[in-house]
């Protein structure tokens, strides 16, 4: 397939770009594009053979329902049916933006959708572009992150050129994304909300605005069945093998040494403070403050190439606040947690 990429940084040559990209989505076409967490790669969710082409476009596991992206909250009703009360406070705060709704579905979207699941994940993303595309096409759009299956997600227009040039029609390429890490993910079709996978809207957030949230048990326990399918696979894996080490900066300079020692090349993933301590063969900071590092992580993980390097050594974050959405990437690209 051809693979069209539309600079869509500035605003007078975005405008053309989004409908000639959802002139393809409407013809059946999966096309990326940029969203406030990662690059989405979006197809018509009410279409089984676009949807599909989503799938083998990201050599994604069939039993792995997608999100489906609407551009206002009012169109919510058009795909989901019993929604409960405290989804209207959550809808106010958090939408749009990093926060995807777990409801049962009025069955309007294809079966591939929704994995056959009588359950519908709904989000509205909190990006010009997204939202400018969602109201040209006039669509649901079903778009999970744009990177083949496996891999770390895309923040840049280049990380989906690079997995899925070829395969896809377009990407729009707006540039790095914000937030660095995918959405929150929350059960509500129960008395009260449950999350399902940690992203870009903290518990502590959900919290401040409807109470105690708790946490599917399966998140922290690889014996328990996970009620979100997707997080039951290893994911996020970059191509050399990543151990993340718990301790002091002296601890880690240990670690560092001793496989140095075994003839390893290090490349070392730590905030900025952690990296200035340390010595290996190559360093790369990933931010001051935890917004930053979610911002910087998949484009770190993805910078690491095994010409020259042969283990990335990374430090652990206290798993507080986007902490823990941080932190559950982490643990899943993980070949050793030490
Ligand atoms: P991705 O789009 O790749 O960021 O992944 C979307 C996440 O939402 C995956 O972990 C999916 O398993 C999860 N998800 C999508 N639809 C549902 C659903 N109906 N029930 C539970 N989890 C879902
Ligand atoms: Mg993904």
């Known amino acids: 397939m051809q693979t069209k990429r539309w600079n869509v940084t500035n605003e007078s040559s975005s405008k053309a770009a989004i409908i000639e990209a959802a002139v393809l989505l409407k013809e059946g076409l999966p096309v990326a594009f940029p969203t406030e967490t990662v690059y989405g790669l979006g197809a018509d969710a009410t279409s089984y053979n676009a949807v599909a082409k989503i799938f083998t476009a990201k050599g994604r596991p069939q039993d792995n329902p997608l999100i489906v992206h609407i ?3 009012k169109q919510l009703d058009e795909f989901a049916v019993h929604i409960p009360s405290y989804v209207l406070p959550l809808l106010r705060a958090f939408s749009p933006g990093p926060l995807t709704y777990i409801l049962p579905s009025n069955g309007k979207c294809a079966t591939n959708v929704t994995a056959g ?3 519908i994940a709904i989000r509205i993303p909190n990006h010009p572009i997204a939202l400018q595309l969602l109201q040209a096409v006039q669509l649901p759009i079903a778009a999970p992150s744009a990177n083949l299956s496996g891999k770390p997600s895309p923040t840049t227009g280049a990380h989906v050129w690079n997995d899925l040039y070829g395969k896809i029609a377009g990407v729009l390429d707006g540039g790095a994304t914000g937030v660095g890490v995918e959405s929150t993910v929350i059960d509500c079709t129960g008395d009260s909300p449950v999350i399902l996978r940690p ?12 109470g105690p949230v ?10 328990k069945k996970p009620k979100s399918p997707g997080m039951k696979y290893k994911h996020y894996a970059p191509e050399i093998p990543l151990w993340l080490v718990t301790g002091s900066a002296s601890h880690m300079q240990k670690v560092i040494r001793q496989e140095q020692d075994n003839g390893k090349r290090i490349g070392v993933l730590a905030s900025t403070k952690t990296i200035a301590q340390l010595e290996a063969d ?9 917004q930053k590092i979610a911002a910087t992580l998949y484009d770190a993980l993805r910078a690491y190439k095994k010409e020259s390097i042969d283990l990335i ?3 652990t974050f206290p798993e ?3 902490g823990q959405a941080i932190m559950n990437r982490l643990k899943k690209a993980a070949t050793r947690i030490l």
Do not use: M
């Open 199 to 210: 992203g870009g809207v903290t518990k502590e957030q959900l919290e401040k605005v409807v």
């Open 320 to 322: 507080t606040g986007i």
């Open 117 to 119: 699941l009588d359950t």
């Open 71 to 73: 551009a206002e909250i």
């Open 214 to 223: 708790k946490t599917d048990p399966a998140l922290n326990n690889e014996n």
């Open 282 to 290: 190559q360093l790369k900071p990933l931010g001051d403050n935890p």
């Open 313 to 315: 050594i990374c430090e």
